[in-house]
T-cell receptor, first 114, second 109 residues
Framework: DSGVTQTPKHLITATGQRVTLRCSPRSGDLSVYWYQQSLDQGLQFLIQYYNGEERAKGNILERFSAQQFPDLHSELNLSSLELGDSALYFC?????????????FGPGTRLTVL | GEDVEQSLFLSVREGDSSVINCTYTDSSSTYLYWYKQEPGAGLQLLTYIFSNMDMKQDQRLTVLLNKKDKHLSLRIADTQTGDSAIYFCAEGGYSTLTFGKGTMLLVSP
């Protein structure tokens, strides 16, 4: 158990819908990262927040957005969902904001878009 | 852009050594990582190497880095069936990681 929690574990929804994925980092970690894992694209970095502020942006679509709240939990919002958005979404957390800080991964949320 | 390449599959017998290879393109990478993903689980950091090192040993794991060729390898000594998993190589710049697509290691008894 990494100490990072993600809810829900599974999510099934329809095209065009909007969903919110939630992540609680390890106690004391200030950084939260979101990743998307799919068979064809592999593991892709989406976005990073550090202490409530956006720190880095990766291959995140405009239909997706995220935020980190004052209690440091984070939410990833996916809207106008398409079939191709079906994937495993991982959250990770670290103490610091740079890659020298070990990232601890949550168990993931499996999103299925029908 | 940044790219990390790995072979997709490796099969070994229990007790043998496993070597998983990775190449990367970003010469400014500060750290290089190996993560392990077991079925249904998130990624777990196995080990990492700072870019100014050539080798790092950690129990059964040996990481070799050839910075000139941008080649990274992970050697697992005395591979066990519990080592069966997907292994990801990743390179780190300032704050983001770029992952390879993972190598599935299958260890047969």
């Amino acid at each position: 158990d990494s100490g990072v929690t993600q809810t829900p574990k599974h999510l099934i929804t329809a095209t065009g819908q909007r969903v919110t994925l939630r992540c609680s980092p390890r106690s004391g970690d200030l950084s939260v990262y979101w990743y998307q894992q799919s068979l064809d694209q592999g593991l892709q970095f989406l976005i990073q927040y550090y202490n409530g502020e956006e720190r880095a942006k990766g291959n995140i679509l405009e239909r997706f957005s995220a935020q980190q709240f004052p209690d440091l939990h984070s939410e990833l919002n996916l809207s106008s969902l398409e079939l191709g958005d079906s994937a495993l979404y991982f959250c990770a957390s670290s103490v610091g904001g740079g890659t020298g800080s070990e990232q601890f991964f949550g168990p993931g949320t499996r999103l299925t878009v029908l | 852009g940044e790219d990390v390449e790995q072979s997709l599959f490796l099969s070994v017998r229990e007790g043998d050594s496993s070597v998983i290879n990775c190449t990367y393109t970003d010469s400014s990478s500060t750290y290089l990582y190996w993560y392990k993903q077991e079925p249904g689980a998130g990624l777990q950091l196995l080990t990492y190497i700072f870019s100014n090192m050539d080798m790092k040993q950690d129990q059964r794991l040996t990481v070799l880095l050839n910075k000139k060729d941008k080649h990274l390898s992970l050697r697992i000594a005395d591979t066990q069936t519990g080592d069966s998993a997907i292994y990801f190589c990743a390179e780190g710049g300032y704050s983001t990681l770029t992952f390879g697509k993972g190598t599935m290691l299958l260890v047969s008894p």
